[in-house]
């Protein structure tokens, strides 16, 4: 394989623009990354020693999810969660209430592990592992899938489609659902992100990095005039927040006030991934029917 070859990164053609449900403009996608303390073990194992370091990731089961969920109630949305297995076997607890509240945990990898740098093994276990945790900690299988590290392969979407995940929510590259191309064949749906809905660039990257964390009024200048643009385009606004970051006091403000923001508009879809996938699916087969 060339890898310097003169030809698009991603093979699959432009968007189909189908239609969002019940007459509405646009769709929000309100999506979490609960990634606990193995996003700080996938990073470097020497973490597991390094309390304060993974202090971080123990506030999401602690208090972050909760006060997500509370949030969620209140505005009457369901959103989905891409858990890694690692944070279904550690904290049990705090994956059955996403699930008692309707709404969907999806797949994030185990221990947070970039599938383009693992060797195809680790890629394999990395996959198999949490869907064994889920069925066995949660009984649910994947419907969707979302990189690690926001970043994937050729290979990681073929093991995919092999092991019957319809969507992914990783790319970064469409304002509108698509289908995969790969080697194979037509692949997963690709439910494309919006960075600028990344919080971690704006909450804990101090940690990583010298950059400053980012105050509630820039955040949320930001999130509004996005998504209000996004609206305009017809298009998704797919959300990729962290309980360890979202769920931090000031920050969950930013949330409540966003999800306020797009309430007052009647013309907005708010849904899981599941369900985006699944009404992409209802339009694709329309299609091929006429």
């Given amino acids: 394989m060339d890898l310097l070859a003169t030809r698009p990164s991603n093979p699959a053609p432009a968007a189909p623009e189908y239609p969002w449900p019940n007459g509405t403009q646009c769709a929000l996608f309100p999506a979490f990354d609960v990634d606990a303390e193995s996003v700080w073990l996938g990073a470097d194992p020497q973490n597991a020693k390094r309390l304060v370091t993974m202090s971080y990731g123990g506030y999401e089961a ?3 999810i909760p006060k997500i969920l509370e949030v969620l109630r209140r505005h009457e ?5 891409f858990v890694t297995g690692w944070s279904i076997d550690a904290h049990p607890a705090a994956c ?27 890629r394999i276990e990395e996959m198999d592992r949490a869907i064994d945790a889920m ?24 093991l995919l489609k092999s092991r019957g995940i319809r969507y992914s929510s990783s790319f970064r590259d469409d304002i509108r659902p698509y289908r995969h191309v790969l080697p194979s064949g037509a692949g997963p ?7 600028s809905f990344d919080d971690w660039s704006y909450g804990l990257t ?8 980012f105050g509630r009024e820039d955040v ?15 298009g998704v606004t797919t959300m990729v927040m962290h309980p360890q970051v979202t769920g931090r006091p000031m920050r969950i403000r930013i949330l409540d006030q966003f999800l306020t923001h797009v309430r007052q508009f009647d013309d907005v879809w708010i849904a899981t991934g599941r369900d985006i996938a699944a009404h992409y699916e209802r339009c694709e087969r329309t299609n091929q029917e006429s």
Avoid at 77 to 81: L, N, R, W
Avoid at 135 to 158: D, F, H, N
Wanted: glycine share 8%; charged share 25%.
């Fill in 77 to 81: 949305v369901k959103a989905t969660f």
């Fill in 189 to 195: 749906i690709e439910i494309p992100v919006n960075y």
């Fill in 220 to 234: 949320l200048s930001i999130w509004r005039d996005e998504f209000d643009q996004t609206r305009e385009w017809g």
């Fill in 135 to 158: 069925k066995r900690v949660l009984g649910i299988s994947p419907t969707g899938y979302r990189a690690p590290w926001g970043e994937t392969c050729v290979e990681q979407l073929e």
């Fill in 96 to 122: 059955e209430a996403i699930l008692a509240d309707g709404h969907e945990i999806a797949h994030h990898g185990y221990l947070h592990l970039r599938p383009d740098t693992a060797d195809e093994a680790t």
């Fill in 62 to 64: 602690r208090v972050g």
């Fill in 206 to 213: 101090h940690r990583t990095s010298p950059r400053a964390m």
